[in-house]
């Protein structure tokens, strides 16, 4: 077994993302989770815990992608696989509509109907889930999510690791700041912090991340 990718998280997420591996003509060669119960998800199978990825690189599997949802968690597991010598590959859905002048990092999900427009640049480990919407020249930080159709308006900058929940809308020039989450279906008007929650249409904030 030398070929084929190999997958952090056994989840819903991970579904989600064997599909868009394979839609894309990629092969799925193994999972690793942290329940390391022998079974199969989607048809991949799952083959231990985070302790069998030296021995899936040492049989020559060098392909990997972190599909785990919550931000801080899959940062730390791209910089641990990258470590231990694995390239992080990008999980682009064909049906995505994605600018030739947009710079995508590593071990990004690009979801079925996204759109990502002009000079926008997305940061590794990035999540732009179903449908969403990048515009013009925004800047999204590394390991951030957007939830299902949320949409940025252009030259929106997301810091690291901020999270919009599904349908959140962000109004052109806003900077959200890292660590902050967005809540389903709020409208961003003017700028966020760093670390805090943020609801409601206009969002406002109501404290600390949790």
């Known amino acids: 077994m030398s070929s084929g990718v190999v997958i ?100 990004i999900a690009v979801m079925a109907g996204v759109a990502i427009n002009a000079d926008s640049q997305i940061g590794d480990l990035a999540i732009i889930n179903t449908g969403a919407v990048v515009d013009h020249d925004c800047r999204l930080g590394a390991a951030c999510h957007l939830g299902p159709a949320s949409a940025l308006a252009g030259g929106v900058t997301l810091g690291e690791r901020a999270f919009l929940g599904v349908g959140a809308r962000v109004i052109p020039g806003v900077t959200i700041g890292a660590d902050t989450t967005v809540g389903a279906g709020g409208v961003v008007v003017r700028d966020l912090p760093d670390g805090v929650l943020a609801v409601g249409v206009p969002a406002q904030i109501k404290g600390d991340r949790p």
């Open 8 to 107: 952090i998280g056994g989840g819903g997420h991970a579904k989600v993302v064997i599909e868009s591996l394979r839609a894309s003509g990629e092969t799925v060669a193994a999972i690793v989770d942290a329940d390391p119960t022998p079974r199969e998800v989607l048809g991949a199978p799952v083959v231990g815990d985070d302790l069998a990825l030296p021995g899936l690189r040492a049989q020559g599997l060098s392909k990997l992608f972190v599909a785990i949802g919550d931000n801080r968690l899959r940062e730390k597991l791209g910089r641990r696989a990258r470590e231990q010598g694995f390239t992080l590959v990008n999980a682009i859905h064909p049906s995505a509509i994605v600018s030739p002048t947009a710079q995508l990092g590593e071990g």
